[in-house]
């Protein structure tokens, strides 16, 4: 007896097939990206220092602590900067000048690129402050997946407080990132991280 196939059982044949190569295309690249997680985040960017524009791609060849935070912070920013000012400092001439600290804030319409830079050099001289228009800080903040959220505070002078998110980006010298540092890691962890990824 002849068999024949119904277009239905064609039709779901096909199907079963396009799964079947989707499934394998994702695990290929669920494999590539094994090593590291974080390599589709991130990317070059262009904002405003004191100096005037600064890219990350200036950066190019340098281990980059990337944080975002704001200078009317209270607590969790002074903290993040000051740890970031001390793993520099721990390291040898040499490993210094192969790192840099950017500070990103997410509050520019209190945080001027000179204000910004002032309160980033008042940690260390090797972090450097950026600001921008809230476009371009939103536009950033996307790139990085980083959450930040104006609040009215009633009971400050300051009229409001923003909430965002606590991690340092740990970029390598060729511009990707390779970690995202967490407010409770130690000096000694972030400091270990960063020394991984110096060039030589």
């Not at 990350?56 to 281990?63: K, M, N, P, R």
């Not at 000051?82 to 721990?90: D, K, N, T």
């Amino acid at each position: 007896m002849k068999r024949t196939f119904e277009p239905v059982s064609v039709l779901v044949m096909l199907a079963l097939t396009a799964i079947a190569v989707g499934a394998g295309l994702w695990w290929h690249q669920r494999s590539a990206d094994a090593d590291n997680p974080y390599a589709h985040l991130g990317g070059d960017f262009t904002l405003t220092s004191a100096s005037g524009p600064v890219s990350l791609s200036d950066f190019q060849g340098q281990v980059v602590m990337l944080y975002f935070g704001f200078t009317s912070c209270p607590d969790v920013c002074p903290t993040d900067l000051a740890r970031m000012s001390a793993v520099i400092s721990g390291l040898t001439t040499a490993e210094a000048a192969q790192v840099a600290g950017v500070f990103v804030t997410v509050d520019p319409e209190r945080d001027t690129p000179e204000r910004a830079s002032e309160y980033a050099r008042f940690f260390s001289p090797y972090i450097i402050g950026l600001s921008g228009t809230p476009q371009e800080i939103e536009a950033v903040a996307r790139q990085y997946y980083v959450i930040y959220n104006r609040i009215k505070y009633a009971g400050s002078a300051l009229g409001y407080t923003i909430d965002h998110t606590a991690t340092t980006y740990l970029i390598d010298a060729r511009g990707v990132i390779r970690d995202r540092l967490q407010h409770d890691a130690s000096v000694d962890e972030v400091r270990r991280a960063v020394r991984n990824l110096i060039p030589g």
